[in-house]
């Protein structure tokens, strides 16, 4: 087992790029996750999937954020145009979520990518 | 409001001394709780978990933690801690949503430093 996948591991970009960080979750897990961690704000969660469907997005920052699942083997966090208020490590977590009873809320963490925005 | 508090950001400990990580929560029902480990430029690594039944629990590399329900307390406790335990240790909650997903709010974390 491979563990949750995130690519790339370090991103250095200038405002107003785009950047996408991408998630290869665990083969079987149904629920997909996105975290931000900063200094300031710890580890705040963006947002969640079931069976590759959003369900809570409250999270999100702002419009420039969006998050999308099209299979149950990927997930992309998009951020456009970046700022650089946004230089953060963003994880990607992965869980059985609701298929997979109690002992199923779980989270299995990927190991983050760093970004920078200059 | 729900709330999951560390009241200690740095612990410094010397290597083989007894070790405990405060965390307290504020939910209406008892929540799910958990502890997780980061190491510097790593991913979050679950240490030991709570759902129910028995309140101390016994996780990886030797750590435990007592529920205890009257203080809403969940602290994280190791009887000799090791150079390789520095890191910083997160409490965390889920407070056990109806419609499935595991929305875990995590506390601020506390960073422990060993002594040789």
């Known amino acids: 087992d491979a563990g949750v996948i995130q690519s790339p591991r370090h991103e250095v970009t200038e405002m107003g790029q785009e950047v996408t960080l991408r998630c290869k979750p665990i083969?079987?897990?149904?629920?997909l996750f996105w975290y931000r961690q900063t200094m300031m704000r710890g580890l705040e969660l963006l947002i969640y999937f079931n069976n590759n469907v959003p369900i809570d997005d409250s999270g999100m920052p702002e419009d420039r954020f969006s998050a999308k699942m099209p299979n149950a083997s990927f997930s992309t966090l998009k951020i456009q145009p970046s700022e650089p208020r946004d230089s953060a490590v963003y994880f990607c977590a992965s869980s059985l979520g609701t298929s997979g009873g109690v002992g199923a809320n779980v989270l299995t963490f990927g190991a983050g990518s760093r970004l920078t925005v200059l | 409001a729900q709330s999951v508090t560390q009241p200690d950001i740095h612990i410094t400990v010397s290597e083989g001394a007894s070790l405990e990580l405060r965390c307290n929560y504020s939910y209406g029902a008892t929540p799910y709780l958990f502890w997780y480990v980061q190491s510097p430029g790593q991913g979050l690594q679950l240490l030991l978990k709570?759902?129910?039944?028995?309140?101390l629990v016994q996780g990886i590399k030797g750590f435990e933690a007592e529920f205890k329900r009257s203080q809403s307390s969940f602290n994280l406790r190791k009887p000799s801690v090791h150079w390789s335990d520095a890191a910083e240790y997160f409490c965390a909650v889920d407070p056990i949503l109806t419609g499935g997903g595991n929305k875990l709010t995590f506390g601020t974390g506390t960073q422990l430093k060993v002594e040789l």
């Open positions: 709570y759902f129910s039944g028995d309140t």
């Open positions: 083969s079987g897990h149904n629920s």
